[in-house]
């Protein structure tokens, strides 16, 4: 079985920078699993490596589709099966490496899911149904026929909430039956997981840090470039973190200043979040990034681990 190496982490633990110095070192190819940096155009709110950045490492999944286009989890896995295929005939490393705990466990356990099901009708009915009646109304829909389905989705996630409704409608099975049959498929990759973590005050002083630096680096300016290219906050990917509290600010409805305590506030939130997901996954190397003083160590670390794993440096 093919090796794949997976660096997860939760946002702000350096992920980006040791995933590309990593692809240096062992002929590495880079497929993100961040469900922000897959749109284009949005740069500075979704810290996506730039060019200079990048080094010269090929990276995939990045700028991958227009704001105004629906991507999720299904079209993740397919995509990212086909890039591995991929870097794999060229000979080279693929190095999975991103925080969203749903791309990395649709791959690491092969999930299947129902994509062959599609209700436009359905899914019209219910988001008018919750603009009208409250999201809560549609999610107490959810409750009633899946109960763990509901347990793991939040009310407010409306997108998954109809999604949910609508598999169990079509195939009288609840999204959860078909999420746990499916955890019975081997994975399709020899997957070697490498996590990042810091000690929780060390991680959010560094979130607070770069959220400042995206402020300094013109977050304000990307997203009224994007909302004068007619991308407002009903545009999925405008309702990610970084952009709807900017675009709160932008038509008055906050300060500038609100809108930054909002954006650290809850992208801590956000990292608690990764790292409550990330801990279930099995067989994680974890590396206590901010006790290491040396980038290198930290390549040494994985190097030395993914070695042991049967990859060839």
């Known amino acids: 079985m ?171 099975k609840p999204i959860s039956l078909h999420q746990e049959e499916s955890l019975n498929n081997p994975p399709k990759y020899n997957y070697i997981i490498i996590g990042l973590t810091k000690e929780r005050e060390k991680l959010y002083e560094d979130i607070e840090k770069r959220v400042d630096l995206m402020m300094e680096q013109g977050l304000v300016e990307e997203v009224k470039n994007l909302m004068e290219m007619g991308y407002d906050k009903n545009t999925i990917a405008m309702q990610g973190l970084g952009y709807k509290e900017i675009i709160s600010y932008l038509k008055g409805e906050i300060s500038k200043e609100e809108a930054v305590y909002i954006l650290k506030r809850d992208t801590r939130r956000y990292a608690k979040r990764q790292i409550t997901w990330f801990k279930k996954l099995k067989n994680v190397y974890w590396i206590k990034v901010d006790e290491i003083k040396k980038e290198k160590e930290i390549i040494e670390k994985i190097k030395y681990h993914i070695a042991r794993h049967g990859i060839i440096l």
């Open 2 to 172: 093919d090796n794949v190496v997976v660096i997860i982490g939760p946002t702000a633990s350096g992920k980006t920078k040791v995933s590309i110095e990593l692809a240096k070192e062992i002929q590495g190819e880079i497929i993100s699993a961040d469900s922000m940096q897959v749109y284009k155009y949005m740069n500075i709110g979704t810290a996506k490596p730039t060019k200079e950045e990048m080094a010269g490492i090929k990276h995939y999944l990045i700028d991958e589709v227009e704001p105004s286009e629906e991507f999720n989890v299904v079209k993740y896995q397919k995509l990212a099966y086909k890039y591995t295929e991929e870097i794999l005939k060229k000979g080279k490393v693929p190095i999975v490496c991103g925080g969203t705990g749903l791309y990395i466990n649709s791959l690491v356990y092969n999930i299947e899911f129902a994509d062959t099901i599609c209700d436009w009708d359905l899914r019209e009915r219910l988001a008018k149904e919750a603009k009208k009646y409250g999201n809560e109304y549609v999610y107490n829909k959810l409750k009633a026929i899946d109960p763990k389905a509901a347990e793991k989705i939040h009310m407010n996630n409306v997108k998954r909430v109809i999604r949910a409704i609508e598999v169990y409608t079509h195939t009288k």
